[in-house]
């Protein structure tokens, strides 16, 4: 079952504008990931955050997380056209090292 | 190769029929993981093995599905008696052992197509 909500479902920018995606979450996580996946096929894994971590950057991302709200928010700065894809987030539980996927924000960056 | 590879790309099969998806991990990475993922979808998770056994099979849906990893290295996804709602992108990944993190390295994926 998917365990992550994200929102919003599509995202539609222009290149150069920042693009915010949420997620929420239900269990308790050891970390909580965000990937982007191109045309349907091979996620690429982007950043990482620990339950113990608030705040990550990585170049233009830059990714928060909320325990007591189950939520994150992953910020894309300066976007470009090449930027457009699916982001998910998925989480790491306690309970084990598989992870658990959202469904997915569809983010379309126009030139 | 410095990624993880999936055979086929792309499978169209006849329900009923059986069919066999394969998975090289990176050299080296110990822990391998089996997705599907249906259109429009996130991944959902399968089955993991950490070296030749998994570890929590706990996602396969049913007793048609079968993953075997008997070398510790390539994996392969068996499905038997294919139904059309088996139809899905199978995706692998693979972590390496000892990281303090679980970050996983995706394969491009096998697209299912029972018809």
């Known amino acids: 079952s998917q365990q992550g909500e994200e929102d919003p479902q599509a995202l539609s920018i222009q290149e150069g504008e920042n693009a915010t995606m949420n997620c929420s979450y239900k269990?308790?996580?050891?970390?909580l990931q965000w990937y982007r996946q191109n045309s349907g096929r091979g996620l690429v894994h982007l950043i990482l955050i620990r339950s113990n971590e608030r705040e990550k950057h990585s170049g233009r991302l830059r990714v928060t997380l909320d325990t007591s709200k189950k939520s994150s928010s992953l910020l894309i700065t300066a976007s470009r056209a090449a930027d457009t894809a699916s982001y998910f987030c998925a989480t790491e539980e306690t309970s084990g090292s598989r992870l658990t996927f959202g469904e997915g924000t569809q983010l379309t960056v126009n030139p | 190769g410095a990624g993880v590879s999936q055979t086929p790309s792309n499978k169209v099969t006849e329900k009923g029929k059986y069919v066999e998806l394969r998975c090289d991990p990176i050299s080296g990475h110990t822990a391998l993981y089996w997705y599907r993922q249906s259109l429009g979808q996130g991944p959902e998770f399968l089955i993991y093995?950490?070296?030749?056994?998994?570890?929590?099979d706990s996602g396969l849906p049913n007793d048609r599905f079968f993953a075997v990893r008997p070398e510790g290295s390539v994996s392969t996804l068996k499905i038997q008696r294919t139904e059309r709602g088996d139809s899905a992108v199978y995706l692998c990944?693979?972590?390496?052992?000892?990281?303090?993190?679980?970050?996983?390295?995706f394969g491009p994926g096998t697209r299912l197509t029972v018809l």
């Open positions: 093995f950490q070296g030749t056994g998994a570890a929590d």
């Open positions: 269990t308790s996580i050891n970390n």
């Open positions: 990944a693979s972590s390496p052992l000892g990281l303090a993190y679980n970050e996983q390295f």
